[in-house]
């Protein structure tokens, strides 16, 4: 009777978890769940395990009134506490499976309820563990010995108390291994699946999620986890936000040491290239239309230059600046790598028009201009915006001799500088064009055409 009214009790009580499971596999979002449903799904396991222990108390109760004996009712009182504390591990072990779908967004802690915490749990079972076989062992003396005291046979009742020591020892050991397995498992296996997943946030897997089963401690500790990786999620798409507005080399640079104002004196080449007859093409062309095709020709452009080591600082709608030899990509042979990087450029540019050929697009002509020399490289700006950029001679020079390939007839023009730099460039096709007036200079100077 008592065990039927148990579970009479436990399928009315659950009548509210089983309606919202339903609700929730047909598309209802768990948002939405009443709070007391809530911490009903949390207090699940307690409810199971307060009802064992009624029921064992009522048992003890009726035992020890009809049989007009006290130790009746300490036994079987001592025995329901077993048995709540197992069915209580027990049940919360096997519930941690459904709680997930009560709470997919993780957080079990943000609702208030009973919570039985990490340290309390190990009380608990080192009481049960320690306490139980000890205590019954006691008591069971007390009474045999007593009973041996009054008793014709005092033999036969201490044969008896052996047998009955042989099972009380049994027994506890027996409980005291199955509940030292079931808070084992409660606390150890969160750990573990913590471990594992921080093991793949090592590795780079930052979409690792934990399941949050508890609204303990342990609980509570994969939470935070979640929020972690979350954050780590979001920074890494901010530094690829920041990477595509950015070079790559730039971006690394600002996270790893700062946004500092300041610049260092390096000794680089810088390449300038432009989009000629620009203001022609963007009058012929609609401006969606006209973008589109500037940021796939840019996107061409960009490869070739990130391909051979070039870090880009400025885009100036038709044009591109790059450099090679600053602090973000230092090398050696700045000067053979620009030209090698003006060469790409130019057959990729050649790849772009023959596919806007098909599309029925006039093809596009540039202009490029390098120039080797000192310059300042480093973040110029206010408090407000920075940016990564470099000033000096050779900047300016090679945006001029872009401006001048038009005039000479070749596509590429580099200084002298540059050229005296070259060391690893094979078959360069040169051409000296001597007393050459550049804007902005006093002396005439001496540049090279090189055909591609």
Not at 182 to 211: H, K, S, W, Y
Not at 219 to 248: H, P, W
Not at 250 to 270: R, Y
């Amino acid at each position: 009777m008592i065990l039927g009214a148990a579970v009479a009790m436990i399928i009315w009580l659950g009548r509210p978890i089983r309606t919202w499971l339903r609700l929730i596999e047909a598309g209802t979002p768990a948002s939405e769940m009443p709070p007391n449903v809530a911490r009903l799904v949390l207090i699940w396991p307690l409810i199971g395990a307060s009802l064992v222990a009624a029921g064992t108390l009522v048992v003890a109760v009726f035992f020890s009134i009809m049989y007009d004996d006290p130790g009746n009712f300490v036994g079987i009182a001592i025995g329901g506490a077993v048995a709540t504390t197992i069915v209580y591990f027990g049940t919360d072990l096997i519930w941690r499976q459904q709680v997930p779908t009560f709470f997919p967004e993780g957080n079990p802690s943000s609702v208030p309820a009973f919570r039985l915490l990490v340290r309390r749990r190990l009380l608990l079972a080192f009481a049960l563990i320690g306490g139980l076989t000890p205590t019954l062992l006691v008591i069971l003396s007390q009474v045999r010995t007593r009973a041996v005291l009054d008793a014709e046979n005092p033999q036969a009742i201490l044969d008896n108390l052996l047998l009955v020591q042989v099972f009380i020892l049994g027994v506890g050991l027996l409980a005291s291994v199955l509940t030292a397995i079931l808070v084992a498992r409660a606390i150890v296996g969160p750990l573990q699946t913590l471990q594992a997943a921080m093991a793949r946030v090592e590795d780079n897997e930052l979409d690792t999620r934990v399941v949050v089963a508890t609204n303990d401690e342990l609980g509570y500790l994969s939470e935070r986890f979640n929020f972690m990786t979350d954050g780590l999620r979001q920074g890494e798409r901010l530094r690829e936000l920041f990477g595509l507005y950015v070079s790559t080399e730039v971006a690394q640079a600002a996270v790893e040491t700062g946004a500092g104002l300041g610049g260092t004196l390096v000794d680089c080449s810088v390449i300038f290239s432009d989009i000629r007859d620009f203001t022609t093409l963007s009058e012929r062309m609609p401006p969606e239309r006209l973008v589109e095709v500037i940021n796939r020709y840019m996107t061409a452009m960009v490869s070739v230059i990130v391909d051979h080591g070039g870090v880009v600082t400025r885009f100036g709608g038709d044009s591109v600046l790059a450099v090679f030899g600053t602090p973000l990509n230092p090398m050696a042979d700045h000067a053979d790598r620009a030209v090698q990087t003006a060469f790409g450029m130019r057959r990729a540019l050649a790849a772009f028009n023959q596919e806007e050929t098909i599309d029925g697009l006039p093809n596009l002509e540039s202009g490029i201009g390098i120039a080797s020399g000192p310059v300042i490289a480093g973040n110029i700006g206010g408090k407000e915006r920075i940016e990564y950029t470099v000033m000096g001679d050779a900047v300016n020079l090679a945006a001029r001799l872009e401006d001048k390939t038009k005039d000479a007839g070749a596509p590429i023009l580099v200084s002298a500088e540059t050229y005296r730099a070259l060391d690893g460039v094979q078959d360069l096709r040169a051409r000296a064009l001597t007393d050459v007036q550049i804007k902005g200079k006093r002396d005439r100077v001496t540049v090279y055409a090189l055909s591609d």
